[in-house]
């Protein structure tokens, strides 16, 4: 299992040539980038990263959740269920995506915890000409497999054809979507979590604006939420150029001489991490399909209820992108004790939210459905999801939260087992057999279970790696006291 990300220059040199800052300026910048997270309050780093985190979070999910109602305005249950369709399809190369932006955040971090920021830039450069590549290879797999993909799911006449006529026009931006993702994780790594937030806030916001205008003004119906969709990326990848490079300086043309040593380090964490992320749309693919079985209604109802959970709990996705580099810059400094204290802060968190999201829900669904225009079967759904398929959120949270740990923290590869372990035994045969049982409802109850195993084991599993890395570190330093026994002191 992969311990590390990287390992510690030789001594007394910059590991990383071709920097363009002077030692004292490049100093100077490492040391105050540092500082950020080795010190001060943990559950304020946490609140803050993560409230920051959310604006830019919640703008994106908050949008799709507004192309969806105007979608619904059009008035057609088979053009809701083509929307659940073609975003079942589109998390995928998302889910590589963000795979990727994780490895890139959790190595730019740690070098900067360690204090080099020249060995920053140069993973930051090579990991955005990787997600590049990576994100167009996806792009044009997705495309070609769009067809059968769509009918896996249960797609059928004129939702399967709406469905793939949008992802030919939204495909494309997954390119501009890879690298705005990695420089939005770039400037989580230094610390900036206001400039991380506008990546995302300002792709939002275009679609906030275009939306109504190309589906409603020019006609344009559901393809004009696609058109605004593949706009908004490149205006996100504009904003984060800007904050990656004009304003940090994090910047460099990639160094072939180099790059194959910087795959390497991001790989160690991007392979398992995206093997990880592609289980979730695995499992919920697998239960969109069970659904399309009880017809369009329960396909509508499923992608009212993804639009909603994604808004809803968006407070948790920011949470886990967000504790990544203070997790990072703690270990690369040697604090584990302050890597503990982050998770158990999490934790805590994680629950008291995702309480306070289903209390919510459930007392606000009959609204909800009034808004997506939801027929009577689809509302009928879409109330007991709030009611009590909600209650996996509990669970999906504290998996998520333990997932962000095990691949900031060098093991990815526990992050990809207990996804795929949710995905397969916690999804399959829990939702075939509470479909089986009690249908569409039942198939919830029967995804709610399956995370509840797995997220209280993840659960367990994080504090185990924590406690033997502590374990680990102390037995070291009683062999050869050094710079980390001071820093642990601290």
């Known amino acids: 299992m992969t311990r590390g990300i990287d390992a510690p220059p030789a001594a007394g040199r910059d590991p990383l040539p071709g920097s363009a800052a002077t030692p004292r300026a490049a100093g100077k910048a490492a040391q105050q980038a540092k500082a950020r997270f080795t010190s001060g309050s943990i559950?304020?780093?946490?609140?803050?990263?993560?409230?920051t985190g959310t604006v830019g979070t919640l703008s994106i999910f908050a949008v799709d959740l507004l192309s969806l109602i105007y979608v619904s305005r059009l008035g057609s249950t088979e053009l809701k269920a083509s929307a659940g369709f073609a975003t079942q399809v589109l998390v995928y190369p998302?889910?590589?995506?963000?795979?990727?932006?994780?490895?890139?955040?959790?190595?730019?971090?740690?070098?900067?915890?360690?204090?080099?920021?020249?060995?920053?830039?140069?993973?930051?450069?090579?990991?955005?000409?990787?997600?590049?590549?990576i994100g167009a290879a996806v792009a044009v797999a997705a495309l070609l497999g769009a067809a059968p993909s769509l009918a896996m799911f249960g797609a059928r006449g004129e939702a399967r054809d709406v469905a793939e006529r949008f992802l030919l026009i939204a495909l494309p931006g997954n390119v501009p979507l890879a690298l705005g993702m990695a420089l939005s994780g770039v400037l989580r790594a230094v610390g900036d979590a206001r400039r991380a937030m506008m990546v995302t806030l300002a792709g939002g916001l275009v679609?906030?604006?275009?939306?109504?205008?190309?589906?409603?003004?020019?006609?344009?119906?559901i393809y004009g939420a696609a058109i605004s969709t593949l706009a908004s990326r490149f205006v996100l990848l504009g904003v984060g150029l800007h904050g990656v490079g004009r304003v940090h300086g994090l910047l460099q043309w990639p160094r072939?001489?180099?790059?194959?040593?910087?795959?390497?380090?991001l790989a160690a964490v991007a392979v398992p991490a995206v093997a990880a992320n592609l289980a979730t749309p695995f499992g919920n693919g697998y239960a969109l399909h069970v659904y399309a079985g009880y017809g369009d209604a329960a396909v509508a109802a499923a992608a009212i209820i993804d639009r909603t959970v994604y808004v809803g709990f968006a407070v948790i996705f920011a949470l886990t992108g967000a504790i990544g580099p203070i997790l990072g810059q703690n270990l690369g400094a040697g604090l584990h004790a302050r890597v503990s204290e982050t998770l158990t802060r999490c934790f805590v968190v994680t629950l008291a939210y995702a309480l306070a999201v289903w209390l919510v829900l459930a007392l606000a669904w009959p609204g909800i459905a009034a808004l997506f225009r939801a027929s009577p079967e689809t509302a009928a759904y879409l109330g007991f999801f709030c009611r009590w398929g909600v209650s996996a959120w509990l669970f999906i949270g504290m998996l998520f939260v333990a997932n962000a740990a095990f691949n900031n923290l060098g093991f990815p590869l526990l992050s990809m087992l207990f996804n795929w372990g949710r995905a397969t035994l916690g999804t399959l045969p829990c939702v075939a057999f509470g479909a089986h049982v009690g249908g569409v409802e039942g198939g919830m109850v029967g995804m709610a279970v399956?995370?509840?195993?797995?997220?209280?084991?993840?659960?367990?599993?994080?504090?185990?790696?924590?406690?033997?890395?502590?374990?680990?570190?102390?037995?070291?330093?009683?062999?050869?006291?050094?710079?980390?026994?001071l820093r642990e002191g601290t």
């Open 43 to 51: 559950l304020r780093h946490v609140l803050v990263m993560t409230l």
């Open 94 to 133: 998302v889910a590589v995506d963000i795979g990727i932006t994780i490895a890139v955040t959790a190595a730019v971090s740690r070098a900067l915890g360690s204090g080099h920021r020249a060995r920053a830039r140069r993973i930051a450069a090579s990991g955005l000409l990787i997600a590049g590549v």
């Open 207 to 221: 679609v906030a604006v275009l939306d109504p205008l190309l589906i409603f003004g020019l006609h344009l119906g």
């Open 256 to 265: 072939l001489r180099t790059l194959g040593l910087d795959a390497r380090i």
């Open 450 to 485: 399956g995370a509840a195993v797995f997220g209280v084991g993840a659960v367990v599993t994080a504090y185990g790696v924590v406690g033997r890395m502590a374990r680990t570190t102390a037995a070291h330093t009683r062999r050869d006291p050094g710079p980390a026994a």
